[in-house]
């Protein structure tokens, strides 16, 4: 039985084994996402807050890129398919940022939750082939190879560090706060 909180966010297992712990914080680091990001129209996330050009609507994209690459890129090198394979990176490294202004909000919610999906499923995957152990196909360029288990710590990370951001870009917005 999963217990929600007051937004409607998966509350992590206080006394689960190891995967279900990790999986239980990223599930409620992606609900509160969501929670951020719920209800605003394109204006409210193309909007930005003091000197930053940060916007939700660019974190909705960002994050949808980082679900595909660490989940289908690195740990099973696969395509990451459409948007990403047809972007050239080098000409805009920050592209996904950069273009979130051009589309709507139900197109970025759809790509992420679509990311989020995909990235669910792989982890199931690698959880049966592995496990927590399981390494990446994609070494890093020192030739380190990082299992599963780094990268649902560092998507926790990645979600947390966002998560501030959204807050403070959600209360500009606004006014809504919370945790």
């Known amino acids: ?20 712990t ?22 409210g996330l193309g909007r930005t807050v003091a000197a930053s050009s940060m916007t939700l609507g660019g974190m909705l994209k960002h994050l949808a890129r980082v679900e595909t690459a660490w989940f289908t890129r690195s740990m099973f090198g696969r395509p990451m398919g459409e948007p990403w394979d047809s972007v050239d990176w080098r000409a805009d490294r920050d592209w996904e940022w950069h273009s979130a202004a051009a589309d709507t909000p139900e197109a970025l919610r759809e790509l ?4 989020v999906e995909g990235a669910r499923a792989a982890v199931a995957e690698a959880l049966d082939h592995g496990g927590l152990d399981r390494l990446a196909a994609r070494a890093w360029a020192d030739g380190r190879t990082p299992s599963l288990r780094w990268i649902l ?27």
């Open 112 to 115: 992420w939750e679509h990311s």
């Open 22 to 43: 990790l999986l239980g914080f990223l599930e409620f680091q992606r609900a509160t996402f969501a929670w951020k990001t719920a209800g605003l129209d394109a204006a």
């Open 153 to 179: 710590v560092h998507m926790i990370e990645e979600y947390a560090r966002h998560n501030g951001h959204a807050d403070l870009i959600r209360e500009a917005i606004d006014g809504q706060t919370g945790e």
């Open 1 to 20: 039985m999963t217990l929600t909180d007051d937004q409607g966010r998966p509350e992590p297992p206080v006394a689960g084994n190891e995967a279900d």
